[in-house]
């Protein structure tokens, strides 16, 4: 079973990826297995099944934008170009509307992350990215607050504590632990043992 360090570093390597042209896709990849383990550890499924909502989002969004593209432009010798420009109008719509619908199920992810793990640069990238993806129609704007929201993902992937406390984690209570060298006196012969101690070293009476 996975731990949490794995999981930094596979959200670690898997963020940096992302921003790679050619091996995104790995990255990609990479961090939806990462978020997996968090979500696992954490004990908590709305974080990974937000991420992976994100992920089938775009691409079937893609896709159905890319097909509506293609078809505008085969049919477009028979509409003088206007069923050509209509395919581009459309998918770039449809582009954007998938694009603010994934980045909405990024930042409940990162804001469930930023909470249970106390990064809150999770949250910080999952607003940018939120931002991000809404300005994407002011071309230059939009992608350069989603490449700072990587950034602060990145970021946030390297801030997490290999472990969780309990407190982090709904059910999972700490274990007391006993102050090193305590001891304790037999209720049967008064003999000074160990506080651990079950049985007395001296009589072998049971301790309550």
Known sequence: ????????????IGSILELIPFVNIVGYILTLISVKYISDELQDQSVFNNMLYSVITGIVGV???????????????FTGG?????????????SWIVLMV??????????TMATKLNVDSFRTAGTLYLIGAALTIVFFVGFIILFVAY?????????IKDTVSSTQVPGRTAVPTQP???MKYCTSCGAQMPVASTFCPSCGAKQA
């Open 180 to 182: 090193q060298g305590a």
């Open 151 to 159: 950034i602060f993902q990145i970021i946030s992937f390297f801030a």
């Open 102 to 111: 994934s980045a909405i199920f990024v930042r409940r992810a990162f804001e």
């Open 82 to 94: 206007l069923s050509a420009v209509a395919g581009v109008i459309v998918f770039l719509s449809i």
């Open 1 to 12: 079973m996975a731990n949490l360090s794995t999981a930094k570093t596979l959200g670690e």
């Open 63 to 77: 896709a159905v934008g890319f097909f509506i593209l293609l078809g505008g432009m085969a049919s477009a010798m």
